[in-house]
């Protein structure tokens, strides 16, 4: 907690258990419990800068595991917390959601095992509300359960230009993502300010998702609604590609069985959704769907969707429009271990050993998905949002901030401009080269085997203008949080300084071949 101290710098919670927490298991309720909880205010704009949780075990709490705000609003003095990092942490049996990442800027959520949310209310693995230019990647959720809610992911509204990927969902009663802003409050073709920035910016890409979407609960508002992607209300710019979404058999033929559904809320509809390159498998015994109107779908309605490239794998009672689209029987084997799919579950299982179950979805060799992918779509991106300005407030009060104009947005959400992409699995996945469908880039498969890094913190942790880099053999990169490559440097017998001066304001890593260490410049 910090009141009238403004910024508040280096704050780490590193290795601590925290269990047994019971609290009031209502939402927005003041007595709600928390493993952790931040909160600024005061009439000084108060932010914590570097806030880290790390490492951490999160386990039978009421109600959310790890979660923050501030009492800045976007309609007066806009000032957020910048540069947090939630990594590693080890979270299960929570009443509500695992973690809410709220009234941040540039935040990093990664390598998190989130097992077993909503269990005693409702809620989503992982999600962000009032937060902007922020990444969610290497997460693994499972068994998420409620009677609303209920995603392995969820990009809320209140948001721009937040990433998804390297994700891994299984199981999640709600389905894989929820994406959502209440039209009612969110800003008039005006561009009047309220304290709904609206969603916009969204990118979901290289993520896996097994058997999300199981929901019953007979006589509930959201009784067997939970399509793997629910997409609701006034939602701008939402990317969706290169996932793997894979629906097993149903235990009730009322279950939801659409992999997409397209929704109103609060009297707007989403636009501009762009769907690219995904698998959407049906395994034998489904009858999968796109925004079937049994359940209230509006896809005809919303402006500018489109599904491009995207592989359809089994039975389906219909189709989006995708010329280019790829339809192959359930029987037609595409995966390396498809039998992997009876009974797939990841319960119990620590991050390690939940991550290797995916390489049973890596693409076998010679499928005509392995080099079915679109290529160079990032270049249609940006003539489709080149003159959409993606936030408009400024934040009064709050140093050094400009407005990310929309080329900015593609820049660091397209790795384009020098930036490398990966898939699921690190290979590279530039899309101005051979692409598959998929998680897995095939068409780029390395051969190499993954690398196990160490954690390294690097000083000075605020680095104005230089940062000390350890002594190392071979190259290294810098990146910035979305995985941009800002910089390069060769490795030397002894430590030696890097010049950072001329980095713009964040948090970035230096990737060693065997290590990663972090910086923020500020």
């Known amino acids: 907690y910090a009141r009238d101290m403004g910024e508040v710098r280096h704050i780490v919670v590193d290795s601590v ?13 003041a007595k709600a419990g928390a493993g952790i909880f931040w909160y600024c205010e005061g009439d000084i704009p108060t932010y914590f800068n570097g806030l880290e949780i790390a490492r951490c075990r999160f386990e039978n709490i009421d109600r959310i595991a790890i979660t923050g705000n501030n009492a800045a609003g976007r309609a007066s003095k806009w000032y957020c917390n910048i540069n947090v990092h939630i990594h590693h942490n080890n979270i299960r049996n929570i009443g509500g959601p695992g973690i809410t990442v709220k009234a941040c800027d540039g935040a ?3 390598y998190n095992r989130v097992d077993s949310c909503g269990v005693r ?44 990927q390297y994700n891994m969902s299984v199981h999640n009663e709600g389905g894989f993502m929820l994406v959502c802003c209440d039209g009612s409050s969110s800003p008039k073709d005006d561009k009047t300010v309220t304290w709904n920035a609206g969603l916009k910016g969204s990118t979901i890409r290289y993520n896996l998702s097994v058997n999300d979407g199981f929901r019953e609960r007979p006589g509930s508002a959201k009784a067997y609604f939970s399509p793997a992607f629910h997409i ?31 929704m109103d809320w609060g009297g707007k509809l989403p636009s501009d959704t762009y769907v690219c390159n995904n698998i959407f498998y049906a395994a034998d015994g489904v009858t999968a769907d796109f925004d079937g109107h049994r359940q209230g779908g509006m896809m005809d309605r919303c402006a500018n969707t489109k599904f491009s490239n995207n592989a359809y794998i089994g039975r389906f009672a219909g189709l989006p429009a995708d010329a280019a689209g790829v339809c192959l029987d359930a029987d037609v084997p595409v995966f390396r271990q498809p039998d992997a799919m009876t009974g797939f579950n990841i319960d119990g299982l620590d991050y390690d050993e939940s991550l290797a179950k995916a390489e049973a979805f890596r693409l076998l060799d010679g499928t005509p998905l392995c080099r079915g992918g679109n290529t160079g779509f990032t270049a249609a991106l940006y003539d489709g949002i080149s003159a959409l300005q993606l936030d408009y407030y400024g934040r009064s009060g709050f140093t050094g901030y400009t407005p990310k104009p929309a080329t900015d947005y593609l820049t660091n959400n397209f790795g384009t401009m020098g930036g490398r992409m990966s898939d699921f699995f690190g290979n590279d996945a530039d899309d101005t080269k051979p692409l598959s469908i998929g998680f ?34 071979g190259s290294a990169v810098i990146v910035n949080i979305s995985g941009m490559v800002v910089g390069t440097l060769d490795g030397t017998p002894s430590a030696s ?4 001066s001329r980095l713009p304001s964040g948090m970035y890593f230096v990737r060693m071949p065997r290590a990663v260490g972090k910086f923020i410049k500020g």
């Open 17 to 29: 258990d925290f269990l047994n927490i019971k609290g009031c298991l209502t939402k927005g309720d």
């Open 108 to 110: 990093l959520t990664e």
């Open 121 to 164: 209310e409702r809620g989503v693995g992982i999600w962000c509300f009032k937060t902007d230019n922020s990444v969610f990647q290497y997460n693994i959720v499972s068994n998420s359960f409620g009677v609303t809610d209920a995603q392995g992911f969820d990009s809320d509204y209140n948001c721009t230009n937040t990433i998804y």
């Open 232 to 262: 609701t209300g006034d939602t701008r710019w939402t990317t969706i590609y290169g996932n793997t979404v894979i629906m097993l058999p149903k235990t009730d033929g009322r279950i939801d069985t659409n992999f997409f559904t397209f």
């Open 440 to 473: 897995h880039n095939a068409a780029a498969e390395s051969g190499i085997d993954a690398v196990t890094f160490d954690y390294i913190r690097l000083r000075p942790a605020y680095a104005p203008d230089y940062v000390e880099i350890p002594p190392f053999e």
């Open 497 to 500: 300084r890097c010049d950072v």
